[in-house]
């Protein structure tokens, strides 16, 4: 059997159907199969498992965005705020993706608990709040914010673009923000991380 990008890009996307449709424990191989017209032995000549089939859906989805997340806290200017506006506009790009919207409901009706399952479940997170909070320590440090946990405020950020919209999307029942609507998710995101993580004022003395 010949492998080929277009075969294997093929089963990828059928997989993803057959899990939004029906969920991951109750999607088989050979439904996968029937919609590819791909028969089992080549499905498994791709993927080995269904679990492999889900890890590769989850890498896909995962890869360019937080890829893209990762290149704007490398390339990182002087300006904390301007940094953490273009930070944000790429996580929202990625998080309301229909594919990562999709595998959230997949994984969230339950993939089970292995863990590859475990990992599978991340999205990319662990990833995405290690390197935001390496970033955010440095601003720490060089006193452009208040001293405190670095990683407990990276996820504060990514909980403050999240949470006007993330159960609706979720739960499928209502969408996320619309093109207009993102940029006033993230200046208030914004806004509210910056005060709640402000350098403290120095405390004045009487002078003598």
Same mark, same amino acid.
């Given at each position: 059997?010949?492998?080929?990008?277009?075969?294997?890009?093929?089963?990828?996307?059928?997989?993803?159907? +057959?899990?939004?449709?029906?969920?991951?424990?109750?999607?088989?191989?050979?439904?996968?199969?029937?919609?590819? /017209?791909?028969?089992?032995?080549?499905?498994?000549?791709?993927?080995?498992?269904?679990?492999?089939?889900?890890?590769?859906?989850?890498?896909?989805?995962?890869?360019? /965005?937080?890829?893209?997340?990762?290149?704007?806290?490398?390339?990182?200017?002087?300006?904390?705020?301007?940094?953490?506006?273009?930070?944000?506009?790429?996580?929202?790009?990625?998080?309301?993706?229909?594919?990562?919207?999709?595998?959230?409901?997949?994984?969230?009706?339950?993939? /089970?608990?292995?863990?590859?399952?475990?990992?599978?479940?991340?999205?990319?997170?662990?990833?995405?709040?290690?390197?935001?909070?390496?970033?955010?320590?440095?601003?720490?440090?060089?006193?452009?914010?208040?001293?405190?946990?670095?990683?407990?405020?990276?996820?504060?950020?990514?909980?403050?673009?999240?949470?006007?919209?993330?159960?609706?999307?979720?739960?499928?029942?209502?969408?996320?923000?619309?093109?207009?609507?993102?940029?006033?998710?993230? +200046?208030?995101?914004?806004?509210?991380?910056?005060?709640?993580?402000?350098?403290?004022?120095?405390?004045?003395?009487?002078?003598?």
């Amino acid at each position: 059997m010949k492998r080929t990008p277009e075969k294997r890009q093929a089963i990828l996307d059928a997989a993803a159907e +057959e899990f939004r449709d029906k969920g991951y424990e109750r999607a088989s191989m050979s439904d996968i199969g029937l919609r590819t /017209g791909f028969s089992k032995t080549t499905l498994y000549g791709y993927f080995g498992a269904k679990e492999a089939l889900l890890a590769a859906l989850v890498d896909e989805a995962t890869e360019n /965005g937080v890829a893209a997340m990762l290149e704007v806290l490398a390339g990182a200017g002087p300006h904390l705020a301007v940094t953490l506006e273009r930070f944000a506009g790429r996580y929202l790009s990625y998080a309301l993706s229909p594919s990562v919207c999709s595998l959230r409901r997949v994984l969230a009706a339950g993939a /089970g608990r292995s863990e590859l399952d475990l990992r599978c479940r991340d999205l990319g997170a662990a990833r995405i709040d290690a390197a935001l909070a390496g970033y955010l320590r440095a601003q720490m440090e060089a006193g452009a914010l208040r001293g405190g946990d670095a990683r407990g405020s990276a996820q504060q950020f990514r909980a403050l673009l999240e949470a006007s919209w993330f159960d609706r999307v979720l739960f499928d029942y209502g969408s996320g923000p619309g093109p207009g609507q993102v940029e006033e998710e993230i +200046e208030f995101a914004l806004a509210a991380f910056l005060r709640a993580w402000a350098p403290a004022l120095p405390v004045a003395t009487d002078a003598s």
